[in-house]
């Protein structure tokens, strides 16, 4: 689960980790609070999980009163649905770090992740200048030693208080990594300020989905989502992408939704949605097509290949699924794997017309989202 | 020969009184594994199937000789199943395990680098030798897919391996034995250190990859044939040619990789080593035939 800034903020502050002074706002009434707190200049930050909000003009420097005010109202009125802004003082920066903590799967280490040249989006960096990249690895056993957090900012060019002042934060933010069970903590930028203070400029914390039960600090609702379907199937615990093509996809494993996906491509197709069913799933078929019948697809393809998943109680369920849901386009299935041959029954019975091979099905769904008979 | 498991290899099931635990050993046992007895806890003195059931993996190892253990043990007591394991003395251990925390795999893969085991999955259906034994839930009752033969296949993926293997099968040959990684970001056993015992493997021609998107155990797999480590034929399948750059698709393995692991890479690193990579799972049979001349 993704975080908001200002979430991960909190987080950082928990930690020890400073951050500029900063007030979260719902309407541009709270803004006259905030900016009491925070004094002029600030930056008014919306709060969407989206990278690259700078660019998107959805990050703004104001000066007073009356440019706050104009421009938070623009924000909220944008078409990026913003909801909630963080106001945040304006820091006197004297350079950017970017600084994260990640986890290295080839030598089963944490991954400290720096680099000189802040604000700046790592994976770019990796292309563009892989050896301004600093790395120190941490076993996950004995956890972070001083002489790590040094090794970084001697790297860094750091020097003197700043240099206490980063091992400081890094030591705080490996704290915080591993106590939320993250898969990624970033600061980028990391301030160095006119007054050789360490800040968090920004805060970036995903916290791992397997780990909520000794978790589970955040609700999942709505605002982390881009759309219904994903919040509902997110819900549900159906993994779920939203597209806008014409075949919706109801099928069972990553790997072999992945493929159909491609195969849909590759024959000319477009994808609507993509949803998997299968593992602990395979017994929701109703809740998934009821999902896939949201989108204004023109047909449903189901592709399974099970083991635990059975195929008979799947070819069940999508029929108790047509019964109830009474679906207005056709579905096309290839449901294969344990007690296909009674899954293909069930299909049979139902009226429906199972196919067997993956080419055959997706090649069939493409034809009628063309117009073709089904 | 066989990869990680044979008919002889000596299985202990961890979790064996357990509904999944319970109904995968009968099959295990069903289709030629030699499962020598189980551990739950506080379940000391039960049989399943004929085996005795110990307490703890230490009280279990003193009263039989074990080579392997399988777990069916939930995801948030695997950490705790593989350190008891790897406690005693255990080298192969297999775990089905879907939803393992990512810091505990981290800590799981670890331990086992230092102690020297194999630690096969988590999120995976295990690992079979079709016509031998298994450890793990592959429906193995399928001839079209669990055929043996002497192709080495590996895997991140469950339904999809079937989707592939059954290919493999379509184009006359079997397989000698099927490691499944599994799809987690950081699975116990990577790709690449699987590839030494099928090089060393006299039954095994070649090797299938079904991998996809995300992480860069094919690539290691292409390093270790630059290296010349390994030197069969080595064909891959990959899901995610066209999947959309920033979507999250497939396994969770994309979001630990920092900007690579896109199936171009992945393709360029194979084909650079004179592997083969599949565009359609149908394919893969054909370039089998091809690496191997037939």
């Known amino acids: ?374 | 020969m066989s990869i990680f498991i044979d008919e002889n290899t000596k299985v202990l099931v961890q979790g064996i009184t357990g509904k999944e635990g319970r109904f995968w050993t009968d099959h295990m046992i069903g289709c030629g594994t030699n499962v020598v007895a189980g551990v739950t806890p506080g379940k000391e003195g039960q049989k399943v199937e004929g085996r005795e059931v110990y307490h703890s993996v230490r009280r279990a190892v003193e009263q039989e000789d074990v080579e392997a253990s399988m777990l069916f043990v939930p995801p948030r007591f695997t950490k705790d199943a593989v350190f008891e394991a790897l406690d005693s003395g255990i080298k192969k251990i297999v775990t089905v395990a879907d939803g393992i925390p990512l810091h505990d795999a981290i800590q799981i893969r670890k331990a086992a680098l230092l102690e020297g085991a194999l630690v096969i999955g988590g999120n995976t259906s295990g690992v079979i030798s079709p016509g031998k034994a298994m450890m793990g839930f592959f429906p193995y009752w399928i001839e079209r897919v669990y055929k043996p033969g002497r192709i080495g296949i590996m895997t991140r993926s469950g339904s999809l391996t079937n989707e592939v293997t059954a290919m493999v099968v379509k184009a006359g040959f079997g397989v000698t034995s099927l490691i499944g990684i599994g799809g987690d970001p950081v699975p116990g056993t990577r790709f690449a250190e699987m590839l030494p015992f099928y090089e060393a493997d006299d039954e095994t021609d070649a090797v299938v990859l079904i991998g996809e998107l995300g992480g860069s155990m094919e690539e290691e797999c292409a390093q270790m044939k630059r290296d010349g480590l390994f030197t069969k034929p080595l064909v891959a399948f990959l899901g995610g040619r066209t999947a959309p750059e920033g979507k999250r698709m497939g396994h969770a393995g994309a979001i630990v990789s920092g900007g690579k692991g896109s199936v171009k890479d992945k393709i360029e690193a194979i084909e650079s080593v004179g592997g083969k990579v599949a565009e359609r799972p149908r394919f893969v049979g054909d370039y089998l035939k091809e690496l191997l001349g037939q």
């Open chain 1, 1 to 374: 689960m993704k975080l908001f800034e200002y979430q991960a903020k909190e987080t950082f502050r928990k930690n020890g980790i400073p951050t500029p002074q900063s007030m979260l706002i719902t309407s541009v009434d709270e803004l006259g609070a905030a900016s009491d707190m925070t004094g002029f200049p600030l930056v008014l930050k919306s709060q969407l999980l989206m990278g690259g909000r700078g660019k998107a003009g959805l990050i703004r420097f104001v000066k007073d009163r009356a440019q706050a005010e104009e421009e938070c109202a623009q924000l909220f009125a944008s078409y990026y649905n913003v909801k909630k802004i963080l106001v945040e003082q304006a820091v006197h920066i004297k350079s950017e770090i970017y600084l994260s903590i990640t986890v290295d799967p080839v030598a089963a280490k944490h991954m400290i992740i720096a680099c000189a040249d802040g604000g700046v989006e790592i994976e770019t960096l990796a292309e563009t200048a892989p050896e301004k990249i600093i790395r120190e690895y941490i076993d996950p056993d004995s956890g972070i030693s001083p002489y790590q957090m040094r090794n970084v900012a001697f790297q860094l060019g750091l020097n003197g208080d700043v240099m206490k002042k980063f091992s400081s934060v890094l030591g705080k933010l490996y704290t915080a990594f591993k106590a939320n069970d993250a898969e990624l903590i970033e600061i980028n930028p990391l301030f160095i300020t006119g007054d050789e203070d360490v800040v968090a400029g920004d805060g970036k914390l995903s916290i791992d989905d397997n780990s909520d039960f000794r978790q589970n600090t955040y609700e999942k609702t709505r605002e982390y989502y881009d759309s219904d379907a994903e919040y509902e199937s997110a819900l549900e615990g159906i993994p779920y992408l939203q597209f806008d093509g014409d075949i919706s996809l109801m099928c069972a494993g990553a790997g072999l939704t992945t493929t159909v996906y491609d195969l849909i491509n590759y024959e000319g197709g477009t994808v609507a949605n993509y949803l998997e069913f299968g593992g602990p799933n395979y017994k929701k078929a109703v809740r998934a097509m009821e999902l896939c019948l949201k989108n204004e697809s023109k047909v449903i393809l189901v592709v399974t290949f099970g083991t635990i998943a059975r195929a008979d109680v799947m070819a069940e369920g999508i029929v108790e699924a047509i019964n109830r849901l009474k679906p207005d386009r056709p579905i096309v299935t290839c449901i294969r794997g344990t007690n296909e041959e009674e899954a293909n029954r069930i299909l049979k019975d139902a009226g429906l017309v199972p196919l067997y091979d993956t080419e055959e099905a997706v090649r069939k769904a493409v034809s009628i989202a063309a117009g073709g008979d089904a």
